[in-house]
Antibody, heavy 119, light 107 residues
Framework: QVQLQESGPGLVKPSETLSLTCAVSGASINSYDWSWIRQPPGKGLEWIGYMYNGESRNHNPSLKSRVTISVDTTKNQFSLKLRSVTAADTAVYYC?????????????WGQGTVVTVSS | DIQMTQSPSSLSASVGDRVTITCRASQSISTYLNWYQQRPGKAPKLLIYGSSSLHGGVPSRFSGGRSGTDFTLTISSLQPEDFASYYCQQSYSAPYSFGQGTKLEIK
């Protein structure tokens, strides 16, 4: 049973870098592909980016290249960095597993972590 | 980028009702359309992938359909636990995009 758990600071100052980690249990991180998704308060879901094969990465152009997604195979986890944050980046951040054999659907999600951008 | 337009944004219904939610893609996405359910304060859960395939453990009262670039999620007989928000999502090409969501409320 694959499980995901996000972690990181709940409060980030404007212009700083948001850093989150998603710990994967129940499977090797090299066995699947992974994604980050966020949800501003009271709003819908926004795809942030993904990584395939532990190396290839893509992110939402709307985030203007502020995104870095990386993997740490020794810790079986992957990470998100979002630079130069503003209040608009306040959201619940989710990590998710991509089921590549099933139309790249997000079949397993972490519980989400709340990040507030405020001074 | 592919835009997903979901309707209605909210819907009131009663237990036992049959309801349908629609999602329209701005261009062809073949059958790369997935549906999620989100209860308040919880992470989304995958219901349907590939426009019509039921994810494991999802009740058979949920079904998905497609006509061209129009997709539907139908719940055949609403149960109390089905009152939640629903989102469509295209996985045809990046950037992956979600519909705006439909909030299903008890009438």
């Amino acid at each position: 049973q694959v499980q995901l758990q996000e972690s990181g600071p709940g409060l980030v100052k404007p212009s700083e870098t948001l850093s989150l980690t998603c710990a994967v249990s129940g499977a090797s991180i090299n066995s699947y592909d992974w994604s980050w998704i966020r949800q501003p308060p009271g709003k819908g879901l926004e795809w942030i980016g993904y990584m395939y094969n532990g190396e290839s990465r893509n992110h939402n152009p709307s985030l203007k290249s502020r995104v870095t997604i990386s993997v740490d195979t020794t810790k079986n986890q992957f990470s998100l960095k979002l630079r130069s944050v503003t209040a608009a980046d306040t959201a619940v951040y989710y990590c998710a597993k991509i089921e590549s054999g099933n139309y790249d659907a997000f079949d397993i999600w972490g519980q989400g972590t709340v990040v507030t951008v405020s001074s | 980028d592919i835009q997903m337009t979901q309707s209605p944004s909210s819907l009131s219904a009663s237990v036992g009702d049959r309801v349908t939610i629609t999602c329209r893609a701005s261009q062809s996405i073949s059958t790369y359309l997935n549906w999620y359910q989100q209860r308040p304060g919880k992470a989304p859960k995958l219901l349907i992938y590939g426009s019509s395939s039921l994810h494991g453990g999802v009740p058979s009262r949920f079904s998905g359909g497609r006509s061209g670039t129009d997709f539907t999620l139908t719940i055949s007989s609403l149960q109390p636990e089905d009152f939640a928000s629903y989102y469509c999502q295209q996985s045809y090409s990046a950037p992956y995009s979600f519909g705006q969501g439909t909030k299903l409320e008890i009438k």
